[in-house]
């Protein structure tokens, strides 16, 4: 049996308090799910995060199942906040959605471009593959390499079946 990796890094540009608060809010989400069971339930007990924080934390739990909010890094660094797959088991998309909260909570203009690497512990066809993705605080624009290649292939079948 193979084991599937996701592996990425986003890097936030973001001052220290900034990346506080994305901290704290991937925190919340995780405690959230904790003590939910991962079914996104009531945080009784947590004092840390304010009222609104714990409404977005819900909301992104809401759109990913729970195993989906594990494995992730998030760490405030000297003009960034990193957000990144821990032991290849974060989810891409759960952190593309949980950086663009921040985006909008800061009400931030920043166009972050970020990739993904998929991988497997063994050679499978399936096993590996990735993308990339252009976030804003209004859109997530992703990109399937698999989709590009094919359309790029179609492309190239049909010019080489043209008449010369």
Request: glycine residues 10%; negative net charge.
């Amino acid at each position: 049996m193979a084991d599937y990796y996701a592996h990425f890094a986003l890097a936030v540009p973001a001052t220290q308090e900034q990346g506080e608060w994305l901290e704290a809010l991937y925190e919340t989400a995780i405690q959230i799910q904790e003590r939910s069971g991962g079914g996104g339930g009531n945080p009784r007990g947590h004092r840390a995060a304010p009222r609104g924080m714990i409404s977005l934390a819900r909301k992104l739990l809401r759109e990913f199942e729970p195993e989906d909010c594990m494995g992730l890094g998030v760490e405030t660094e000297p003009g960034a906040v990193v957000v990144w797959s821990e032991d290849g088991c974060g989810n891409f998309f759960f952190a593309a959605e949980l950086v663009q909260l921040f985006l909008r909570h800061f009400e931030l203009d920043d166009v972050l471009m970020a990739q993904w690497a998929l991988t497997c512990s063994s050679p499978r066809p399936d096993g590996f593959g990735g993308g990339a993705a252009v976030i804003d605080r209004e859109r997530i624009i992703t990109f399937d390499p698999s989709t590009l290649a094919a359309e790029a292939a179609q492309r190239e079948r049909a010019r080489l079946a043209a008449p010369t």
